[in-house]
């Protein structure tokens, strides 16, 4: 994903690197409550993340 407005800064390889969106969605609900955007690295654990999200 890419900010709206933004231009990403390429890495030296010429590679953007990734964006992630991560929502909250409770079960039950029609849809996301709260929405969070990281730049973390890919091999970060979905836990590990969320915890991340959630301790601003």
Not at 1 to 24: H, V
Not at 37 to 42: D, F, K, T, Y
Not at 47 to 56: E, F, G
């Amino acid at each position: 994903m890419r900010l709206a407005g933004r231009r990403p800064k390429p890495s030296p390889d010429g590679t953007i690197p990734l964006t992630w969106l991560i929502a909250q969605w409770p079960e039950g609900r029609a849809e996301p409550v709260k929405y969070w955007i990281s730049n973390l690295p890919a091999d970060i654990p979905a836990k590990d993340l969320v915890q991340l999200a959630k301790s601003r």
